[in-house]
């Protein structure tokens, strides 16, 4: 039997967009396998967030990302699982191609109606409609 952590988890996500688009992963393993979220994923030890935030996107997505913005801290709290999570936020260069990799089963481009509806339903990991529309706020501001 597993021993139950006693301190959370540090992760960083990334929202980037595009034309009204956010670039979504269905998460490929738990928690929360077959939803969507933001890439992202641990930060290893000695490492930078932002550095993390840009390894996890090139690892989930295949993309090299331009600059990125600290956003906010997100806590994801669920049953045995706990984590503080440094969301970034950047853009999404039109002539990017996307490729699904590591964690991520597939990649999504989608509104933010389109991830409300999909948070609805519960097909979001928990908090992503607030986290996406933080993100794009921070941006469209600065």
Known sequence: ???????????????????????????????????????????????RLEVAARREMAEETGLTTGPLRFVTLHEAIGGQFHAVIAVFAGALPFESVPQAGDDAARLHLLTLDEIEDAERVQRTTPGLGEIVEKAVNATLIH
């Open 1 to 47: 039997m597993l021993d139950r952590p006693t301190r959370p988890l540090l992760g960083v996500s990334v929202c980037l967009s595009r034309a009204g688009r956010i670039l979504l992963v269905e998460r490929r393993r738990d928690p929360y396998a077959g939803r969507l979220s933001l890439p992202g994923g641990g930060v290893d030890f000695g490492e």
